[in-house]
């Protein structure tokens, strides 16, 4: 970091004059966070520059959300093979939620915060096993073998037959 500064940040070349290269002003954008390709103009970086911060990559593990959170809470729980009928009147909660969700978008700014909506939606998406960390604690606890139950059933059902 040659060109950083006393906060350790780095601080760009001059403008004009000795130090104001092309080299020296993409080295500086790259460092930034701008994607500079090979051959770019001075001024076109400055122009990058000037535009306003650079763009955020996308998470190449998340896919792109399209739609509204209705529309993916019912593709979730379509997909969810381990919901039963028992579980509907959560699901019928988690998709009201989702559609209070959708509509504070069109809130007019001056109605005051809801603090509970959106931690009351990821409670009921956990208890539904809707999230990653809930689906991993679903299948730890998802036995392997006869439950106890059954095992102590058919202990009794022997013990039964032999007296």
Request: glycine share 8%; proline share 10%; charged share 25%.
């Amino acid at each position: 970091m040659d060109r950083a500064n006393q906060t350790g940040r780095i601080s760009p070349p001059p403008r004009s004059g000795r130090g104001s290269t092309r080299v020296a002003w993409a080295v500086y954008a790259t460092a930034l966070g701008y994607p500079i390709p090979a051959g770019t103009s001075r001024k076109r970086i400055f122009e990058l520059l000037d535009a306003g911060p650079p763009p955020k990559a996308a998470n190449p593990r998340i896919p792109k959300v399209e739609g509204t959170i209705f529309e993916a809470v019912r593709e979730a729980v379509d997909a969810a093979a381990h919901l039963t009928h028992m579980d509907r009147p959560a699901v019928e909660y988690l998709l009201d939620l989702a559609k209070t969700l959708d509509g504070m978008d069109q809130r007019p700014p001056t109605t005051s915060v809801d603090v509970v909506t959106g931690p009351t939606f990821l409670r009921c998406l956990d208890a539904l096993g809707l999230t990653p960390l809930s689906r991993t604690k679903l299948a730890l606890k998802t036995p392997e073998g006869p439950s106890k139950l059954a095992e102590l059933r058919s202990i009794r059902t022997r013990t039964s037959a032999v007296g």
